[in-house]
């Protein structure tokens, strides 16, 4: 069963009337179980769950220190282009936008990539805005090319590819690809993106598991938070990362719930997602895929984000700016981010947090020979 069939098979259940008080299970039984199905999943999200928080909280700790231990990944990500030819009304980078745009030279590639790898960092993301025209593969590439001298490990977050374009990026030297749905329900996705590229659903759907089968060693899936009710998102994003798990075991799967910050963009139907409810998602994230990464952003405080690490995490960015060149080049005509962070401190502030907390902060944990 494709992921577009389960998610036609859910979409055709009434969720809402289970989210509002009819969850089939019983939170003290899910909390004793080792693998838990979808009705576990709905129950772990539902209001029912919400006074079950701190035994969740127990559990979840305990399970992400059996398959990770008390490490965290870091990396920080590292903006190429902002060209783009979307109109999707949550973002920054938005084409409509009047907003100065930038397209980084392998030169001032490379002294972005000198500069994170002057903070130990060996992981990075790099992102494009959603133009072929000024960021086409070849250019992605050659940016892959410059990069790998510096680091081990590097990551895009871009425009949809064919599963023949991302083979092409993996014989270059990436190694992983983060592609967020950024909404699953079909009817608010079709709203919020107006036109270009991106309004093709099952197009952007089908990516990860396009670079996966061309053969990346990890993929990361999302859903940005208050585009629509959220427990229907992450029931969602939970089940497409399970389905990418069991897919293709010997890759590794992230998930990331990032909620929507302010930006250029127009849109202002938020539906708020409080920090008990984001602390409820990453919970039954853990309990329902306990081998899963969890990535937690910038867009948190620093203060959340620290409270959040025990329950799940495993996966930060330090150091992180969202505007092209934000790492070294003094554009001041080119500082709009695609988004607003919150979290500030630089990669030695992170790394000395969680050392404070007892955690290992992991800077390199992959060689591509």
């Not at 030819?85 to 000198?114: H, M, P, Q, W």
């Not at 940005?224 to 009710?229: A, I, M, R």
């Amino acid at each position: 069963m494709s992921f577009a069939e389960i998610y036609n098979k859910y979409s055709a259940v009434d969720l809402d009337a289970l989210f509002k008080g009819d969850a089939p299970g019983d939170v003290g039984h899910i909390l004793v179980k080792d693998t838990l199905d979808a009705d576990d999943l709905i129950t772990l999200l539902s209001p029912n769950a919400e006074k079950y928080l701190e035994p969740m909280a127990r559990k979840a700790h305990d399970t992400t220190l059996r398959y990770f231990g008390r490490t965290v990944q870091l990396y920080t990500p590292l903006y190429l282009s902002n060209y783009c030819v979307n109109s999707c009304i949550y973002c920054g980078f938005n084409a409509e936008n009047d907003t100065a745009r930038k397209k980084l030279t392998l030169e001032e590639v490379k002294k972005e990539g000198e500069h994170i790898s002057a903070t130990g960092l060996n992981h990075v993301l790099i992102l494009t805005g959603e133009s072929r025209g000024k960021s086409p593969v070849s250019y992605i590439k050659d940016c892959v090319t410059v990069l790998k001298e510096k680091f081990s490990s590097v990551s895009i977050e871009t425009y949809a590819l064919t599963e023949d374009e991302y083979k092409q990026l993996i014989d270059a030297g990436v190694d992983g690809v983060t592609i967020y749905q950024e909404v699953y329900d079909k009817e608010i996705y079709d709203a919020v993106h107006l036109s270009g590229p991106k309004k093709d659903y099952m197009f952007r759907l089908d990516a990860p598991e396009r670079a996966l089968c061309a053969g990346i060693r990890t993929a990361g899936v999302g859903s940005l938070l208050g585009l629509t009710d959220w427990r229907k998102e992450v029931f969602f994003l939970a089940l497409h990362a399970r389905y990418l798990q069991n897919k293709f075991s010997d890759a590794e799967i992230n998930v990331s719930v990032p909620r929507i910050r302010p930006h250029l963009g127009k849109f202002k139907d938020v539906h708020e997602v409080g920090d008990k409810e984001l602390v409820q998602i990453i919970l039954a994230l853990r309990l329902f895929l306990p081998r899963i990464g969890i990535t937690l952003s910038t867009r948190e405080d620093s203060v959340l984000r620290e409270h959040l690490l025990p329950l799940g995490i495993t996966r930060m960015s330090a150091g992180s700016t969202t505007a092209v060149g934000g790492h070294t080049i003094e554009y001041e005509e080119c500082r709009d981010e695609q988004f607003s962070i919150s979290d500030q401190r630089g990669v030695e502030e992170i790394k000395t947090m969680l050392r404070d907390k007892h955690y290992q902060p992991v800077l390199k944990d992959w060689m591509n020979i």
